[in-house]
């Protein structure tokens, strides 16, 4: 019998993603850093004081891109390193912003920049941050986000508005990011109040730049019921799911914001979807905290979950989330902004991989305007609350001396990034059907 041809469309964007705080090291202006100063905060004590020292390094970085072959590259830009205070814009900062886009073009590599990865500057956040949504308050963001478009005008930018709101909005719902406040009504706010900051960087950045394509990026939470036949599990998966995702698509869709009033240019307000996919969650009032995102007993090992994370690859979960999001958007063109797996053990990596791009492909295949991936992450970084456990890159990562070494997953998704496919040898290697839980 030949074999499947998992070939994907001319044009593919194949990418990596990272973001600002993650690798650049020297982000002390924002909530996350002072988070981190809290005792315990961070597993072992890890500190984003250095990172990958990328602020530094970005050239060298980039051109693991270019030998990686790939052609499309999503960063994020630092509200904080630009305006320290209010209203004070570092135009040094800014210089070197414009460089890192200029030395991708240069590389002939599309650059994706998010304008919001989980960091505010410190001083905004002290303002209320995200249970503020006067107008005042907002008008900080939109400054920043204007700031940014025209500085990158001409450039050739796709533009992410915020990640994954339904993972900012744990910090009022666990204890693993600020402000660690756990109360649903605040975590409803934050939700409107991420909205309206989507809103603002879209409407901010098509003033600028009539033209450019902009797009909310996602985490894709796929929610079960831990009994299926359990009415109560039923109804607070419904409610759970409405949290993380509908309350998000029903945004974008008619503009309503979570408690139902509605907020003027939140409809329609994306280009694209940016669909970020790692995990499923089991809900129960029967479980801890309500949740787990690992079966009990899973096939592939206790030590092949996500590294200090625990969770469970579930590579089909990605199909249906494209599946959900061209349901949900028909039409729409939509790009996995990120999909990774933290972990010591290459190989598994590698197999993970593989799996999660077969289901890329089957969604190509049933219809999915699916027009790029990028792979979390170019390189191991600073993982929030994990630190520097949960290794999720291509490139290996000694912090100690900042010495980069291609891992050989990072060989085998250049190759596939040149490609254009999944190549036979890898196939070959990681043959058969996909890992699937046992649920």
Known sequence: ???????????????????????????????????????????????????????????????????????????????SRLYPEPGRLDRKALDRYVAMIDELRKRKITPFVTLL????????????????????HLAHFEEFCTTVAEAFRGKGVYWNTINEISIVMLGYLTDEFPPAEKSFLK????????????????????RALPD?????????????????????????????????????????????????????GLRGSTDFFGLNFYNFMQVSRSLPDMVRTATPDPTCGEEKLCAGIGWEPYPEGLYLALKRVAAEFPGMPVYVTENGIGTDDDAWRRRYLVDHLKMAHRA??????????????????????????????????????????????????????????????????FPGDIYRPRF
């Open 1 to 79: 019998m030949a074999q499947k041809e998992y070939a994907f469309p001319k044009g593919f964007l194949w990418g990596t993603a990272t973001a600002a705080h993650q690798i650049e090291g020297g982000n002390r202006n924002n909530n996350w850093w002072e988070f981190e100063q809290r005792p315990g905060a961070i597993r072992n004590g890890d500190s984003s004081a250095k990172a990958c020292d990328h602020w530094n390094l970005y050239k060298k970085d980039f051109a693991w891109l270019t030998k990686l072959h790939q052609n499309a590259y999503r960063m994020s830009v630092e509200w």
């Open 187 to 206: 975590a409803a706010r934050a939700v409107n109040t991420l909205l309206a900051l989507h809103e603002t960087a879209y409407r901010s950045v098509k």
């Open 212 to 264: 450019s394509k902009i797009g909310l990026v996602h985490n894709m939470q796929m929610v079960q019921p831990l009994d299926p036949r359990s009415l109560s599990d039923r109804a607070l998966a419904r409610a759970v799911d409405f949290l993380f995702n509908g309350s998000i698509f029903r945004g974008l869709k008619t503009g309503r914001l979570i408690h139902g009033k509605r907020l003027p």
């Open 117 to 136: 990865h989980f960091t505010v500057p410190t001083w905004w956040d002290r303002q209320g941050g995200l249970l503020n949504r006067r107008r005042e």
């Open 364 to 429: 190509v295949e049933d219809g999915v305007d699916l027009r790029g991936f990028f792979h979390w992450s170019l390189m191991d970084n600073f993982e929030w609350a994990q630190g520097y456990m949960s290794r999720f890159g291509l490139i290996n990562m000694d912090y100690r001396t900042q010495k980069r070494t291609l891992r050989e997953s990072g060989r085998l998704y250049g190759e596939i990034s040149l490609r254009n496919a999944i190549p036979p040898a890898a196939l070959k290697k």
